[in-house]
């Protein structure tokens, strides 16, 4: 040992210990290395997603360890870049804090229920209601923000960074930018060919990267809401109207659309499911259309998109928002039109017709009276409650009726408060949000459950129906907005890319049941709508169907999307 240490050590080990504790607990760092440090903090610990999906694919690919080392060198790198540009003293420890807070909290829905963030979801995200928001907090996410969000953060508040004067600083930056930047060039040139081949067969993989994934969406999400601006609503189907010939006799005319929530159709019995999840529809004189898909697998993008006219190839939100949809052309037509609403909102699809919440206090106030015949508890409402004074509004309609019951049905991730005890029927269910703590058997029980209790839901929207049956030519249509993965492949809830997403987030249940004075009102063929249950079908039908329904004539109407246009006589 060199006689200078020792002597060092020897006579003096309280200061020297002291030192270097002092340097453990109050470390001294230049703005340069504390981004570095904590780039390589967020690509290694935040994108677990990330990489387990890369290596999945890797593994199939058979992707050469000099490929998959250049990608945590582009992520390093780039992650740097952005992070360089944010260190100016006073402002990088507030940025670093809040950035490794967002990807604490990205990593914690990517890793435990295998979604993806992009724009849609931040909007899905932001426009919840604070009962759905609830769902989602748990144990786990504070381990998640603890361990990725509170220690690493106290440690950057206890960095001491040095600081030098302007001018050099900003050459400091400078030189840290460019230096990433060409290392970034540098690699991506030098693996072009796998970058291109990996971008267009995986391009979903950028949607993982994170925090980046969920700070783009974020300003992504943040720009179009701001540019938009005062949004004018162009009105469509300006010349629609009623159908008066042949109606002298016929009685009015009562459609109630359910849209379901997150109801795949994959577990209705109805279509084959080994339990019995349908057992009242089965009974019932039902036409049940077994191949439906979804416009999207968020009801941000599903639920404005199957009330417009635009189709999914064509729809985008910019679009819908800007443009009247189905609702809008009823009621320019005649029709009578209420939304009665159980969920987080109709996404603006009703913002021009008479809305009902019930179960909501009448103050306007978002939390739950506990009236409603016991139907709300603990500020959730069940969605027999969307039948709750209906038969009251139906005595007093006027006109021809379109009804939408907007449910909260199949909401995860807590399954087991979307069914009230009464319809437990298949136990041991998963009674917690922490869908990764139960058996599959109990997380799959309690989905089913829900499935359960819709069927009592619409078994009893048809009895409701057949009640008013003197008075009206009734019909129910009930359609889901989007599917659920229930950790098939290690993905939960839904809200997956639509292009990647797996079908038990896009195939959904569409069941039509009508009575016989609407079926002879509208000269309908049951028996050539049954040939009909198996063709494929999805949301694009729903604008044109609900049009014929309703006997509404306008040009926006489109014969070929009408599931009903070639079984009337």
């Keep these: 040992m060199n006689q200078k240490i020792k002597n060092i050590l020897l006579s003096s080990p ?93 990593a914690y829905f990517m890793k435990t229920y295998g979604i993806m963030i992009d724009r849609s979801m931040i909007k899905n995200i932001l426009t919840m209601d604070v009962g759905n928001v ?77 925090p980046v994934n969920s700070i783009y969406a974020v300003v992504s999400f943040v720009k179009k809401t701001v540019t938009s601006g005062n949004v004018v609503v162009r009105p469509i189907g300006e010349d629609a109207r009623l159908e008066t010939v042949g109606r002298e006799q016929s009685k009015k005319r009562l459609v109630i659309l359910v849209v379901g929530e997150a109801a795949r159709a994959r577990n209705f019995s109805l279509n084959g499911y080994g339990k019995k999840t349908n057992p009242l529809l089965e009974k019932e004189d039902i036409l049940n259309f077994t191949n439906t898909w979804s416009c999207g697998t968020v009801s941000t993008l599903s639920l404005p998109c199957m009330f417009s006219h635009f189709g999914q190839e064509a729809y985008s939100d910019a679009k819908a928002e800007r443009h009247e949809g189905l609702l809008d052309v009823l009621k320019r037509a005649g029709v009578q039109v209420l939304w009665r609403e159980n969920n987080s909102g109709c996404r603006g699809v009703c913002d021009r017709v008479e809305i009902q919440m019930p179960g909501r206090q009448e103050s306007g106030a978002r939390g739950r009276s506990p009236g409603e015949d016991g139907l709300c508890v603990d500020g959730e409402c069940q969605d027999m409650v969307l039948l709750s004074g209906l038969q009251s509004y139906i005595d007093h309609i006027e006109s021809d009726a379109f009804i939408v019951l907007h449910q909260k049905g199949s909401y995860g991730p807590a399954y087991y408060r979307r069914s009230p005890p009464a319809f437990k029927a298949f136990l041991p269910e998963c009674t917690t949000n922490q869908l990764q703590e139960c058996r599959t058997d109990e997380l799959v029980n309690a989905y089913d459950n829900t499935i359960l209790y819709t069927d009592y839901f619409l078994a009893q929207v048809i009895d409701l129906l057949k009640k008013n049956g003197e008075q009206f030519e009734g019909a129910m249509l009930y359609l889901s907005d989007s599917g659920e993965s229930l950790g098939e492949k290690n993905i939960y809830l839904h809200g997956v890319p639509y292009m990647i997403a797996p079908d038990e987030q896009k195939h959904v249940p569409f069941i039509l049941w009508m009575g016989e004075a609407f079926a002879a009102g509208s000269r309908l063929d049951k028996e050539c709508l049954r040939k009909k249950i198996d063709a494929p079908l999805s949301h694009d039908n729903l604008f044109h169907s609900a049009l014929g329904m309703m006997r509404v004539k306008t040009a926006m109407y489109n014969k070929e999307l009408d599931i009903f246009a070639g079984c009337r006589q």
């Design 14 to 106: 309280p200061s020297f210990f002291r030192r270097v504790l002092e340097r453990i607990l109050h470390p001294r760092v230049s703005s340069i290395q504390l981004t570095l440090a904590v780039s390589g903090l967020l690509v290694c610990f935040y994108n677990t997603a990330f990489w387990s999906e890369l290596w999945k694919i890797a593994a199939a690919s058979q992707q050469s360890w000099f490929f998959l080392a250049s990608i945590f060198l582009v992520l390093l790198v780039f992650i740097n870049f952005c992070l360089s540009l944010l260190s100016f003293r006073y402002f990088i420890k507030p940025s670093l804090i809040i950035i490794l807070f967002v990807a604490a909290f990205a």
């Design 134 to 210: 609830s769902e989602l907090l748990n144990v786990k996410m504070l381990y998640f923000v603890v361990v990725l969000g509170v220690l690493p953060s106290l440690v950057i508040v206890r960095v001491e960074i040095r600081h030098y004067a302007l001018v050099k600083e900003l050459f400091m930056m400078l030189g840290a930018v460019l230096t990433s930047l060409v290392i970034f060039v540098v690699v991506l040139i030098s693996f072009y060919k796998d970058y291109i081949s990996l971008g267009n067969n995986y391009n979903y993989l950028r949607h993982l990267i994170n």
